[in-house]
């Protein structure tokens, strides 16, 4: 995801994560990683445009 993100969202995002995973898969808590890896919009791109081009597009 693009980095940014505030530390409480990706705490609530790791939660819900690892909820999903117990409830829909019978998962332990205590036996799931959750590694949140976050993209500067300078570091990636689609269709030959980076990122922070395509933000900077639709405004």
């Not at 019978?26 to 980076?50: F, M, N, Q, Y």
Request: net charge neutral; hydrophobic share 35%; with cysteine.
């Amino acid at each position: 995801m693009w980095e940014g993100r505030t530390v409480e969202q990706k705490r609530n995002l790791v939660k819900a994560i690892t909820k999903a995973m117990v409830d829909e898969a019978a998962c332990k808590p205590d036996h799931l990683h959750v590694v949140i890896h976050e993209t500067p919009k300078d570091s990636w791109g689609r269709g030959g445009v980076l990122g922070i081009d395509m933000e900077e597009s639709k405004k």
